[in-house]
């Protein structure tokens, strides 16, 4: 990674803050499958639930071992679709305080 | 080409790989890991990552005393996150406190330091909980938690240091034996030779087991949790609200992670269900009222492998020389792991356990039906 690289790092996750470096160096370790890139680094794991930086990091992993995305197992999506309020899952009156 | 090792672990969550990690310890590292997706795929990265002593029978209490120290202990030489922050029983009657103050005595007598504390006190360790209903509670303060994540990766890395092979995306079919002698498993790519197996697969292992005509009597019961975003430290105990069999931790990087039972049929697929989240949200914001504002994350779903008397089964079976079990934790998988893997290795390479109790965890109390029953189980 060159030194314009260190000082303008290329942020692949901005819910973890994990750049593209970190990435690289991950698959280079060993962790070959999103799956554990996202228990390792956390990407995913975030407010976005992914959206932002799991299309990346399957390019980015699919680059490195020279795969095509399509042949890459993709984590489980878990609801909610986009973080909710736990309010918002309350019965009516229940928002309150009341019991 | 046929492949051999001295020892085959079906299965590459938690138990299976404390199992070859001690293994390995004494010398012994002759041994292949077969998981059928990848590492911690199954129960071990769904869980709630608490580990506690405050149990009520003796086998547990000891058990996972010593599983406290191994957690303690290999947190620090492998470097994951483990954090001692206690645990606290949260109740709202008499009776849960009367029951809990017979419990205490228990752990006390093993040498589990639990004891019952006020609402007062309640507060003091957790200031921002609303004790509305709340009658007292029960503290353990060598309970905690860990990081099945890092647990998983620093287990790998240790493992493959020591010489031990692992392979995932590898399922196991059927296990080999003959004139009663294990002699390997054969899998979807290919067949293993081995004069040993450890069966350490979840509800898996019942499936496995039956290949050689051994039953084990294990129900798959499906469990619910969420977590939420991330918040800088508000406490550190894990709650249970023993009312409601729900839980709530703050974990390493501060998300609230938390579950409760609902009523769920054991074999059950994996569902998503509407009512979990409604039902959490009402617990939760019950004991910290402030979480209402909170966003909610992810919410998912993972097996409690429940034995019959909600103790694992861990050891050898009797009937098929070479053949090892370890399942059936009943919803405490990750925090017995380093103990449960300390007994395998003992059984398998001492040929018995270093604590008498371990001895009692073996299939044999199943059919000889002298179950042991463990009532704190929650979540």
New interface residues.
């Given amino acids: 990674m060159g030194k314009e690289m260190k000082k303008h790092p290329i942020i692949v996750c901005r819910c973890e803050n994990v750049t593209l470096e970190d990435v690289e160096k991950a698959i280079d370790e060993g962790y070959t499958?999103l799956?554990?890139l996202k228990?390792?680094l956390?990407i995913g794991?975030?407010?976005c639930?992914g959206r932002t930086c799991l299309p990346l990091v399957i390019r980015i992993l699919a680059r490195k071992l020279r795969k095509s995305p399509d042949e890459l197992l993709i984590p489980?999506s878990?609801?909610?679709i986009s973080?909710?309020?736990?309010?918002v899952?309350?019965?009516e009156g229940?928002?309150d305080?009341e019991? | 080409m046929i492949m051999k090792s001295e020892l085959i672990i079906i299965g590459g969550g938690i138990v299976g790989l404390y199992s070859a990690y001690f293994l390995a310890e004494k010398g012994f590292n002759d041994i292949l890991i077969l998981e059928k997706s990848y590492l911690g795929s199954g129960s071990t990265f769904r869980c709630a990552t608490g580990i506690r002593a405050s149990f009520t029978t003796e086998e547990h209490i000891v058990l996972l005393k010593e599983s406290i120290n191994l957690w303690k202990k290999l947190s620090r030489e492998l470097g994951f996150y483990y954090e001692q922050g206690g645990y606290i029983w949260l109740f709202r009657n008499e009776e849960q406190l009367k029951a809990f103050t017979e419990f205490s005595k228990l752990h006390n007598k093993f040498g589990v330091p639990t004891r019952i504390i006020s609402v007062d006190e309640i507060v003091e360790k957790v200031p921002m909980i609303n004790t509305e209903g709340l009658v007292g509670g029960l503290f353990d303060p060598i309970a905690g938690k860990a990081s099945p994540f890092q647990a998983v990766f620093s287990l790998e890395n240790a493992l493959k240091d020591k010489g031990v092979k692992i392979r995932t995306l590898t399922r196991v079919k059927k296990i080999i034996a003959e004139n009663g002698r294990i002699k390997g498993v054969e899998t979807d790519s290919g067949t293993f030779e081995a004069d040993k197996v450890l069966i350490a697969a979840g509800y898996g292992s019942r499936e496995l087991a039956k290949t050689i005509n051994v039953d084990l009597p294990l129900n798959n019961v499906p469990h619910h949790a969420l977590v939420t975003e991330k918040f800088k430290e508000a406490f550190k105990p894990l709650l249970i609200d023993w009312t409601y069999s729900a839980y709530i931790v703050q974990v390493q990087h501060g998300n609230f992670l938390m579950g409760m039972d609902i009523e769920e049929k054991p074999q059950q697929p994996l569902y998503q269900r509407v009512d979990f989240i409604p039902k959490m949200a009402r617990v939760a914001t019950r004991l910290f009222p402030w979480m209402r504002n909170v966003n909610v994350l992810r919410y998912w779903t993972g097996y409690y492998v429940m034995s019959p008397d909600r103790h694992p089964i861990i050891g050898p079976v009797e009937e098929v020389d070479g053949l090892y079990i370890a399942t059936g934790f009943s919803g405490h998988g990750f925090m017995m792991a380093p103990i449960a893997g300390e007994v395998v290795s003992e059984w398998i390479v001492d040929g018995k356990p270093k604590y008498r109790v371990a001895e009692n965890l073996t299939l044999r109390r199943i059919k000889e039906g002298k179950f042991i029953h463990e009532k704190a189980v929650f979540g």
């Fill in positions: 499958d799956e554990s228990r390792k956390r794991m975030g407010p639930q489980t878990r609801p909610p973080p909710v309020p736990m309010k899952f309350l019965a229940e928002d305080n019991e």
